[in-house]
C-alpha cells in the first residue's frame, strides 16, 4: 500500500507539473501578441497624400517641358528657360504656393518621362486629343490654335480657302494642314516647314500658304514689317492643355482655379500679348 500510495503521489506531481507548464506556455504566447498589436496600432503609417497635397508638402511642382520650341519653351540669348508655356507654368505654380522645377526633356522622351513620374505635369503645347485622353488627364485648354489662310500682303485675289483653287500653296506634306489646301483645290508646293512656306510667299514663288495661326502671330510679333497677312481661318482649333497622369484629380482643379483667375484678373492676357500680340485662349 505504501507503495502504491508513493507511486500515486509520483504520478499526481507529474501532472500538476504538466498542467502548470502548459498554462504558463499559453500566457507567454499570449503577451507577446498583445504587445505585437499595440505595436502596430503606435506606428500605423499615415493616410497616403492626394497629388496636390504631395505637390505643396515638397514645395515645387516638377514640369516636363522641351526648352526648345520657340516662343512656347525655349532658351533666351542670356540661356534663361523662357516662353509662353513657362510663363504660365510659372505663374499657376506661384498660384500654387509652391516653386516651379522645369525638367527639360526631348519631345519624343516627354510622354515617357511622364509615365516614370519624373514630372507632376507637362506644359509643353501638347493637343488635347482622343488617343492621348485614354492615358492621360488634361487641364482645362489654356490655347488655340486655328490653321489660318495667308497670302502676300497685296494679294486681292485670294480671300477664302475656296479660292485657293489653281493656285500654288506651300505646304510642309507630313502636316495635316496641307490637306486643307489640297481639298480647296491648290496646286502643292513642298515646303521644309513654316518658315521656308513663308520665305516663298514673300519671294512670290507661291500665292498662300495654309499654316498655324500661332506661328503666324509669333513672326509678326518678331517682324512686324513682314508683308504678309491672314484672310481666312478655320473656326474650329486645336487646344492644348497642362498634362497630367490620370488619378491626379485635386491637382488638376487647382491648376484650373489658378488658370480661371489668371484670366479674370487679366495675368493671362498680359503673357499672352508678350509672345503673340493677341489673346490665343480662345
Known sequence: MKKLSVLFLMVLTVVLTAACGNNGAKNTSAEPTAAANEGTAATAAPAAQNSLEAVKASGKLRIGTEGTYAPFTFHDPSGKLTGFDVEI???ISKRLGVEPEFIETQWDGIFAGMDAKR???IFNQVSITDERKVKYDFSD???VSKA????GEGNEDIKAFADLKGKKAGQSLTSNLSDIARENGAEIVAT???NQAID???SGRIDATVNDGLSYLDLKKQKPDVKIKVVDEIAQGSESAA???KGNDELIQAVNEALAGM???GTYLKISEKYFGADVSK
Open 200 to 202: 516663298l510667299l514673300t
Open 89 to 91: 507654368a510659372e505663374e
Open 192 to 194: 521644309d516647314g513654316f
Open 141 to 143: 485648354p489654356y490655347i
Open 148 to 151: 489660318v489662310l495667308i497670302v
Open 263 to 265: 484670366k479674370s484678373d
Open 119 to 121: 514630372f507632376d505635369v
Open 243 to 245: 498634362t497630367f497622369l
